[in-house]
């Protein structure tokens, strides 16, 4: 089990006009130390990098699926959640655990269920440009379906806030058990990086792009396997994109230079996911953006002698700036990282199936257990004033006037 203090600092969306605005330390830290790296150099960026993507954003064609996930249709309000502990930060709100009460008018439902709640304030996703990549992460996660993605159950919007309900993970970040951990073996690292290669296959499939691989976004479930959380970078992208976001350490050099860039860009990170999870520390790290920058482009990074020269050909193979010869990005795809040597052994079908046992089984003691994350102080209300509408309205029978909503257009699949 994880406990409180396991790591520091919130979520980390730098946002502003690309690597200036991360250089100048706009973004947030990325949480906890990394041993032996300068903690907190790395910021998530979420800039325009191409006159083309300046244009209105392209209307997308609308799946009727996401429309039923909006929670008026399944009968839900908001005003049917508690909202309890903070499970972690962002720029823009926050997600909380949220417990669905039981209800006459849910008659199958015997016991609270406990989800986690993502609330992004609307009036600061406008002031930060992210309309476009909220928007994108609701539609592609409410597309996408997969074992190892968190799921979307549906989402809701006031005046105030958007909201996205999601299953609660309750292991924790996989950031936690690593930091905890120091550094893992070449047998957990394998386990964890066949997880993420399982959906890294089934999202490029798809056409979509994941861009924000890292530890702090992947989740243990309760059998110890991977959840993939933060879909606010994810894009449908059948070819190329020149938008420069993601985490500094993390980020592939076509990100960097903005001659566009794929799924190519998703296995350059599980590269340095992989380093990270064998070494404990990311193979470019400094203390400002500018200079993970500069290594990043120069590529050099020195490997640990412990890491096995298997691991270290394949990291090799994923950290290769010709995008010609990256592996994953070949004509095999996923499969060609799939039959490197470092995977021989492993079943993938049964893994797919969660047959294989995993090497951290989180320990919980009942379905609304937090203990595997951070603990945060005890939730602002006025800083949710969403949310706090929809817990006066209950508590006090009444429904405050509803304010102004200038942004709800923008937000159509809410
Ligand atoms: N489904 C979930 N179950 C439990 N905890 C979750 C879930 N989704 C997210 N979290 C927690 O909340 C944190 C922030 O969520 P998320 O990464 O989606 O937000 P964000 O605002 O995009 O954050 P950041 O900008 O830091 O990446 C996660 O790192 C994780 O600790
Ligand atoms: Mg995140």
Known sequence: MVGAGAGVGGPTVGLGFGAL???????????????????GAADRVGARASPAEREPPRRQTVRPAEFRRRGEELGLSLGDFDMLDTLGTGTFGRVLLARLRTSPNRPNQTQPHYFAMKVLEKNTVVRLRQVEHVNSERSTLAHVRHPFVVNLFCTFQDEANLYMLLEYVQGGELFS????????????????????????????????????????????????????????????????????CGTPEYLAPEIITATGHGAAADWWALGVLLFELLAGYPPFFADNPLEIYEKILAGRYGVPRHIDPLAKDLIGRLLTDDLTKRLGNLKGGAQDVKNHPWFEGVDWESLARKEIRAPIIPMTINPGDVSNYERYPATAIETLPGVLRAISQRKYGFSPEKGPDPYGYLFPLF
């Open 177 to 244: 058990h690593l930091r905890r951990a120091q550094r893992f073996s070449a047998d957990v690292a394998r386990f964890y990086t066949a997880n993420i290669i399982l959906v890294l296959e089934n999202l490029h499939a798809q056409d979509i792009i994941y861009r924000d691989l890292k530890p702090e976004n992947l989740l243990i479930d309760s059998t110890g396997h991977i959840k993939v959380t933060d879909f606010g970078f994810a894009k449908y992208v059948p070819e190329r994109t020149w938008t420069l």
């Open 21 to 39: 605005a991360a250089a100048e330390g706009k973004g947030k830290e990325r949480q906890g130390p990394s041993p032996g790296a300068s903690a």
